[in-house]
C-alpha cells in the first residue's frame, strides 16, 4: 500500500518538476554550465596524478548534485506549505515521511542527469580518465550523500517562504561550495580555508566523491552519517514546529 | 451499530497561557450536518485542528468514527475541504482525483463516477491552476469524496462561489448526507448555515454556548425585526426607544426590538418619510448575534 502511494507521490513530484522545469533548469545549467566553462579552460591539466576535467567531475558534480538536492526538496516544501497544501496533505491518510521522501527521490533523476552532462562534457575534451565503475561509484555515492543536505533544505522550506528558502539555501551553498574544494583546489586558497573546510559537509562529500576515482574515504563517510543525523534532528524540529 | 461520525468530549487546548478551548463538547451523527459557528478567535479553527489530528488532543477525547484522528486508518475515514488551498497547478483534475483515489487506498477507477458527481469530467484533462474558484472549490471536494468518508469537515467551502455553485455544491452534498456522511461545517455565512445545517453550535471564547436546531434558535429571542427605509441617521435610530440592535443593510435600515410596536409608533411619528416598512421575527443571525452579546457579557462579568 505505501509503496503504491510513494510511486503516486514520485509521479505528481516528477510532473510537476517537468511541466514547470523553470527553477530546475537554473538548478542544471548554472553548475553544468560552470562545468563545461572551467573543463575547457584546465580540464587537461593534471593534479595529484588525476587529470582536471576527472577530478572536475567529482567536485563540481558534488556542487552540481547538491544544487538539486538542496534546493528543489526544501523550496518545494516551502511552497506546499504556503499554498496550505502541505496541511491538506497532514489531513490526509498518507503518511507525511512519505510525501518528503517522494520529493527527495523525485530531486535524484536530475541530479543524475547534472552528472551525466558533466562526464559527457568531460568526455568530449578527451580528458576524463575514469572507468564507468568508478563513475557509478561516484554517482551512487553523491546520491546517497546528498541526504542530510535535502534535510537541510527540507528543515528551512518547513520555515520560510519559497523566495526566502532559496536565498537561505543558496547563502548555504554558494559559500560553502567555495571554500570546500569543490569549485578550486584548496592548494589555492589561503591556509585557514582549508582549516574551515574541514567542519564542512560540503568538503567531505567533495572529498569522498573524489575518493571513488582515487581510492580512501572512510573518515568522511563518518563525517556525513554524523551530519545525516544532525540534519534529521533539524529537519524534526523544524517540522515540528513548522508554520501552516 | 455507532452512528456518530465525530465524538468532541471535554476537550480543553492551550497555547502556552491562553486557553483556546475551555471543555468543549460537540457531536456529529452519520448523515447530519452540524454548522460551527462563532467570531474570530472563538476557537472554531482550533477545534477543528484538534478533530483532524492537526493537534495533539491535550485533554478530553476526539473519535472520528470511533477511531482515533491521529491514525491513518482513521483518516481514510475523514474528508476535508479547506478553503483556500493552493492546489498543485501543474497536475490534472483527472490525475488529482485518481491520485487521491489511491492515497485512499480505493481503485483509480473510481475516480471517474466522482468527477461526474462534482461536475468535472469535461475538465478531467484541465490543470488545476487553469479552474476557476467554484471549479476548485468541486475539485477539493471531489478528492475529499472519492474515499467516501464517514465524516466531512468543510472550512468555509462556499467563500467566493456564486449563487448557482454554491447551490450545486449543496445538492452534493445533500446526496451524500443522505448515504450517511456527516458534515461539520466551520462558516461565516449564518444564513447559509440556516439553510443546509440540521444543528448549529455555537462556539465563543473556546465553549459552546449554544447547540440546538437552528429554528430552536431563532424561537429563543424574544426579538423583531423592524425593517425599513427611513431618512433618519443610524445615531439618532440607536437612541429610539426600545432599539437593541441595529444594522444597515443596502437601503435599508435593521432594527431590533422586543417592543415592535411601541418602535413603529415611535419610529412613524420622528420619520413622516419611512417607507418599505415590515416587521420580521428574528433570523438565525440574529440569534447567534444575541448569544454571543449574552456570552461576552458573561465573560466581562
Redesign the interface.
Known amino acids: 500500500?505505501n509503496a503504491?502511494?510513494f510511486g503516486?507521490e514520485v509521479l505528481?513530484e516528477l510532473?510537476?518538476i517537468l511541466?514547470?522545469p523553470a527553477a530546475l533548469f537554473f538548478s542544471i545549467l548554472m553548475p553544468v554550465g560552470f562545468f563545461a566553462f572551467f573543463v575547457s579552460l584546465f580540464g587537461g591539466q593534471s593534479t595529484d596524478g588525476m587529470s582536471t576535467a576527472t577530478r572536475m567531475v567529482a567536485t563540481f558534480g558534488t556542487f552540481g548534485v547538491l544544487s538539486v538536492t538542496l534546493m528543489n526538496p526544501g523550496i518545494g516544501v516551502a511552497d506546499d506549505r504556503?499554498?496550505?497544501?502541505l496541511?491538506?496533505k497532514?489531513?490526509?491518510?498518507?503518511?507525511v515521511w512519505l510525501t518528503l521522501a517522494a520529493k527527495v527521490t523525485a530531486a535524484l533523476p536530475y541530479a543524475v542527469g547534472v552528472l551525466l552532462a558533466m562526464a559527457v562534457t568531460a568526455g568530449l575534451t578527451g580528458s576524463l580518465r575514469a572507468s564507468p565503475a568508478s563513475l557509478l561509484r561516484l554517482a551512487g555515492v553523491l546520491l546517497l550523500g546528498a541526504l542530510p543536505f535535502a534535510l537541510l533544505g527540507l528543515a528551512v522550506g518547513f520555515q520560510a517562504s519559497p523566495n526566502t528558502s532559496a536565498g537561505i539555501l543558496n547563502a548555504i551553498l554558494i559559500p560553502s561550495a567555495m571554500v570546500s574544494d569543490l569549485w578550486m583546489p584548496l592548494e589555492i586558497l589561503p591556509d585557514f580555508i582549508g582549516r574551515i573546510a574541514q567542519f564542512l559537509p560540503t568538503y567531505h562529500l567533495g572529498q569522498l566523491a573524489l575518493a571513488q576515482l582515487n581510492g580512501g574515504g572512510l573518515s568522511h563517510v563518518l563525517v556525513l552519517l554524523g551530519m545525516t543525523g544532525v540534519a534529521a534532528m533539524l529537519a524534526a524540529v523544524s517540522y515540528r514546529n513548522v508554520r501552516? | 451499530m455507532n452512528t456518530m461520525v465525530l465524538q468532541v468530549r471535554s476537550v480543553r487546548h492551550r497555547y502556552g497561557h491562553t486557553l483556546a478551548l475551555d471543555g468543549v463538547d460537540l457531536t456529529v451523527e452519520a448523515g447530519e450536518c452540524v454548522a460551527l459557528l462563532g467570531p474570530n478567535g472563538a476557537g472554531k479553527t482550533t477545534l477543528v485542528n484538534v478533530a483532524?489530528?492537526?493537534l495533539p488532543v491535550q485533554e478530553g477525547q476526539v473519535r472520528i468514527a470511533g477511531g482515533d484522528p491521529r491514525k491513518?486508518?482513521t483518516?481514510?475515514r475523514?474528508g476535508?475541504v479547506?478553503q483556500?488551498?493552493?492546489?498543485?497547478?501543474?497536475?490534472t483534475v483527472g490525475?488529482l482525483v485518481g491520485?487521491a483515489a489511491?492515497?485512499?487506498?480505493v481503485p483509480r477507477g473510481a475516480s471517474g463516477p466522482i468527477l461526474a458527481e462534482v461536475g468535472l469530467t469535461k475538465l478531467a484533462g484541465r490543470?488545476a491552476r487553469r479552474l476557476s474558484g467554484g471549479q476548485q472549490q468541486r475539485l477539493q471536494l471531489g478528492m475529499a469524496l472519492v474515499?467516501d468518508p464517514e465524516l466531512l469537515i468543510l472550512d468555509e467551502p462556499t467563500v467566493g462561489l456564486d449563487i448557482s455553485a454554491r447551490r450545486n455544491f449543496w445538492r452534493t452534498l445533500t446526496r451524500r448526507r443522505e448515504r450517511g456522511t456527516g458534515v461539520l461545517l466551520t462558516t461565516h455565512m449564518i444564513e447559509e448555515a440556516a439553510t443546509v445545517a440540521d444543528r448549529v453550535v455555537v462556539l465563543h471564547s473556546g465553549r459552546v454556548v449554544a447547540a440546538d436546531r437552528p429554528d430552536a434558535l431563532t424561537a429563543r429571542l424574544p426579538d423583531r425585526t423592524v425593517i425599513a427605509r427611513t431618512q433618519l441617521d443610524p445615531a439618532r435610530l440607536r437612541n429610539l426607544p426600545g432599539v437593541v440592535s441595529i444594522s444597515v443593510d443596502g437601503t435599508f435600515i435593521r432594527l431590533g426590538t422586543r417592543t415592535p410596536e411601541a418602535l413603529l409608533r415611535v419610529l412613524l411619528a420622528e420619520d413622516r418619510t419611512v417607507s418599505d416598512l415590515r416587521v420580521q421575527g428574528a433570523g438565525l443571525e440574529e440569534a447567534v448575534m444575541s448569544l454571543m452579546n449574552e456570552a461576552t457579557q458573561e465573560v466581562a462579568a
Request: net charge positive; aromatic share 2%.
Open positions: 500500500m503504491r502511494i503516486i505528481d510532473r510537476g511541466r514547470e504556503q499554498r496550505g497544501w496541511r491538506a497532514q489531513v490526509s491518510s498518507v503518511p501552516l | 483532524v489530528g492537526l491513518a486508518a483518516r481514510r475523514l476535508v479547506q483556500s488551498v493552493g492546489l498543485p497547478r501543474t497536475l490525475e491520485g489511491i492515497r485512499a487506498g490543470r474515499a
